[in-house]
């Protein structure tokens, strides 16, 4: 490369650092930026997992012997549900989340998530819940329930403490983090590629995430509306899980494993991403069956939520639905075993190379296929009959969890710490480490099998002497000890990458995806400029790609006006669409996510009086995130250096932040959809139906706030034409709104002493304070839509801001109307009884 070159690459750094970069000291905490984010959210799980072995450390010693008096029951309780709570909640989702979010615009060819802001308060939401559920556990009065929380043991009849509103109040708080990265990986991967790159070009990595967060966001919205209908029930009394008044525990069950099941593919699937961008590249050969791979996780995805009876054999459910949920929990190995076998012909058709990372992978083709195995085993009705809620079926969760997740976890460590440090591992006590994880495992979770089948009861804290499980429970204990001593050791070793590790150029493992191609650690901007893909993203050539990125000869290779740019694309064909201006760095995320936890504190406290401030303090702090964003006047198109030139997104039709709202409404659509599910079930499946009362069929608060709903739809979803007239619109529909709000809250304050009497009335409460929630919001946008365009942010060109609040409008009428007309079909279904 000649100087000049490199005197331009060196400016183009520089420019592009002071725009992009983190500022030092107390700057920090206003990071936004997708490497430092994805950093902390790895991080942070990690210690997360640290406290998790801990937990699981005093369970084994509890268990290694007969009448162990080192835990009493309360605590032992409290010790097994957070060890569950903190591996499934605080650990395997949020670490391959922040994975993803450091990964994937490198991959993808990108500077960033398509939200970067979003991107930080889902972290501080994450570290704070996270805190929030363990300090409870220092406190003593962490959740003792299990990590299920299983209705009625839950309710506050027997568990009257604050107990299980740590778990259901806390994980809340956490899932708010998750639907925020669900939203941020879709929306970030489908429109913020690289030139070219159409979706049959993508990076398999990319694929997995892609699927996974379509997962997310189906897969989470049924947990936490049974949380909070079960803090409903304890907290005012509205029977949904109370079998006296026409509520029903399993109705937790249903909408937890609505979660729960999916929830296992959605920890396993991002580890198999990693694995098949892993393989491939240490096998010197691509990965075999892309296409049929890429099939293969869509199927398992759709399979993984019609399993959710699976978890529930033993409750009473009807034979044929048995043998339904059993063959389909049969399939669900088909598409499994696809993935598997594709990696197994990477390998046999390469040349491996046996490095630490293939060590890992080796260890996970082992303990997975064991676990899948016996996954098999309980997906057959009558040996889950007998092996149910014995420790086989924890031996069996540990087996494809950790087999599926953790060595996955390791391997991707050794492979892509490297990239974030900048250094490759001396590798002194990696094979050690290795080794020791491998036994003790092994030892651990395979005697426990056996004492699964000998009879031994989950979550008992002592067991009798002539049981005959203590030797097996004492090798488990063993086991355990020297896997913990296995995971120190990686420990230590990562932190002697970090430290004295050997640096290198580029590209130590010679792949061909495209975070290789730019310097590490990564500078804050990722790529200096973009790179145009013509062929699929792993045979990339990231040696020779590298410098010309660095040197500016690609997509927007020069810094304007301060802005953080990257490109959006078409979701397809990757073709350029728009020029997408990020926001900057702030401390707003960490001032919100702070304002968010105030809500969930004064909620466990108790002190609802101050919940309604705290939320229109959460909401201001919401709006100002948009004081920065968006043009104030026209702007004509952005030339980006290669190609035409592109319009800024806010004057484009589908931006990101419209596939952002659709998401979203997605998502709450799934909620509404489970709310409904729920209240139906309870009419066909519950005791003490028909209800002994009437219900409340108010005509006029039907009618009045359909026709109001109606209003706002129409004036708040026209198209603009002018400003003023814009205006006046959306303060006709914040009327109506306002209107329509008002006549639910008088509704829904005449039937509450009735809600807690019956849940056929409760359940009318709960939909429609789904609506009067929606009508809330969609009142806050209106007067939003007038306040943007006051401070010149709208125009005939810029109507975005009101675009998504026309979305909005739209899904509170579609979801108002059904709302308005629920409590006359539950009267139908019911045949009048009681009226």
């Known amino acids: 490369m000649t100087p000049a070159p ?17 500022a030092p000291g107390w700057g920090r905490l206003q990071a936004v930026n997708h490497t430092v984010i994805g950093k902390r959210f790895m991080l942070t799980a990690l210690v997360f997992f640290a406290i998790g072995g801990v937990l699981a450390m005093l369970i084994r010693t509890q268990l290694a012997t007969t009448k162990s008096a080192f835990l009493d029951a309360a605590a032992y309780a409290q010790v097994f549900t957070m060890h569950g709570v903190v591996m499934m909640f605080l650990f395997a989702i949020p ?3 922040g994975l993803a979010m450091y990964l994937l615009p490198k991959m993808l060819g990108s500077r960033d998530l398509a939200f970067p802001r979003m991107s930080a308060y889902g972290y501080w939401c994450y570290l704070f819940g996270g805190s929030f559920l363990v300090g409870a556990l220092l406190a003593g009065v962490a959740p003792d329930g299990g990590w299920f929380m299983y209705t009625p043991l839950s309710s506050s009849t027997y568990m009257p403490g604050v107990n299980a509103d740590v778990w259901l109040l806390g994980i809340t708080f956490v899932e708010i983090s998750a639907l925020s990265a669900a939203v941020e990986i879709l929306v970030s991967i489908l429109k913020l590629r690289a030139p070219g790159m159409s979706l049959t070009r993508m990076p398999i990595f990319a694929w997995y995430m892609l699927i996974v967060a379509g997962m997310m966001l189906i897969g989470f919205p049924p947990l936490i509306l049974g949380s909070i209908l079960l803090e409903a029930e304890r907290a005012f009394g509205l029977p949904f899980f109370d079998p006296d008044r026409g509520g029903d525990p399993l109705l937790w069950q249903h909408l937890f494993w609505l979660f729960g099941h999916p929830e296992v593919y959605i920890i396993f699937l991002p580890a198999a991403g990693a694995l098949s961008t892993i393989i491939p590249t240490l096998a010197r050969r691509p990965l075999e069956g892309y296409e049929i791979v890429v099939a293969a996780v869509i199927a398992l995805a759709f399979l993984s939520f019609g399993l959710w009876v699976h978890h529930m054999y033993t409750v009473g459910i009807p034979h044929v639905a048995l043998s339904f949920f059993s063959v389909a929990s049969g399939l669900a190995a088909v598409p499994t075993g696809v993935q598997i076998f594709a990696w197994l012909a990477t390998l046999a058709h390469g040349r491996p190379r046996l490095s630490v990372p293939m060590l890992h992978v080796f260890g996970f083709l082992f303990v997975f296929v064991l676990g899948g195995l016996t996954g098999v085993m309980l997906a057959m009705v009558p040996f889950d009959w007998q092996a149910h809620d014995t420790h086989f079926v924890v031996a069996h969760l ?9 060595f996955p976890m390791m391997a991707a460590g050794y492979y892509w710490l490297p990239h974030i440090f900048g250094r490759q591992s001396v590798q002194h006590l990696s094979h050690a480490a290795f080794w020791m994880i491998f036994t003790g495992f092994n030892l651990t979770f395979f005697s426990m099998h056996l004492t699964g089948l000998r009879g031994m009861p989950r979550r008992i804290s002592t067991y009798p002497p002539e049981a005959g499980w203590e030797v097996l429970n004492f090798v488990s204990s063993m086991g355990g000890f020297v896997m913990t001593t296995g995971f120190a050791l990686v420990a230590l070793d990562f932190l002697l990458l970090a430290v004295f590790g050997k640096p290198f150029r580029r590209n130590p493992w010679q792949a061909g995806t495209l975070e290789w191609a730019m310097p590490t650690p990564p500078p804050a901007y990722a790529f200096a400029s973009l ?33 953080m740019e990257v490109l959006g694309v078409d979701m397809v064909t ?26 969930f504190a004064l909620l466990l406290l108790k002190l609802y009086w101050l919940t309604l401030p705290a939320i229109l303090v959460v909401t201001a702090l919401f709006l100002l995130w948009t004081r920065d964003c968006g043009p104030t006047s026209d702007l004509a198109d952005l030339p980006v250096g290669r190609g035409p030139d592109l319009p800024h997104h806010y004057q484009t039709e589908r931006p990101p932040s419209h596939w952002a709202m659709v998401f979203t409404l997605a998502a709450d659509a799934t909620l509404y959809a489970s709310l409904l599910f729920g209240a139906l079930f309870l009419w066909l499946s519950a005791p003490n139906w028909p209800p002994g009362l009437a219900l409340p069929l108010d005509t006029f608060t039907t009618m009045g706030v359909a026709v109001a709903l109606i209003v706002a739809a129409v004036f708040g979803g026209r198209r603009l034409s002018d400003t003023a007239s814009a205006a006046r619109n959306l303060c006709i529909a914040a009327l109506a709104h306002g209107t329509a709000l008002v006549i639910l809250l008088a509704f829904l304050a005449a039937i509450h002493g009735e809600a807690t ?15 009067a929630f929606h009508v809330a919001v969609g009142l806050v946008l209106s007067l939003f839509g007038v306040w943007r365009i006051r401070r010149g942010n709208v125009s005939r060109l810029r109507d975005l801001d009101l675009r998504l609040g026309r979305l909005w409008h739209l899904f509170t009428l579609a979801t108002g109307l059904i709302a308005m007309a629920f409590p006359f079909v539950l009267e139908l279904l019911i045949g009048g009884a009681g009226t």
């Open 95 to 97: 670490f391959f989340e």
């Open 398 to 406: 540990h087996y494809v969890l950790v087999g599926g997740f953790v």
């Open 6 to 22: 490199r005197r331009s690459a060196l400016r183009l750094h520089r420019e592009l650092t002071a725009i992009w970069g983190t």
């Open 574 to 599: 990757g073709k350029p669409e728009q020029v997408v201006v990020l926001p900057k760095r702030t401390s707003l995320p960490l001032l919100t996510a702070l304002a968010t936890g105030s809500v």
């Open 531 to 563: 790179p145009e893909v013509a062929e699929r993203a792993d045979r990339l050539d990231p040696d020779t790609l590298g410098p010309a990125l660095a040197a500016g000869n690609g997509f927007l290779g020069a810094a304007r006006n301060g802005w």
């Open 757 to 771: 009497r019956h849940a056929a009335v409760a359940s009318i409460f709960a939909v429609k304070s789904y609506a």
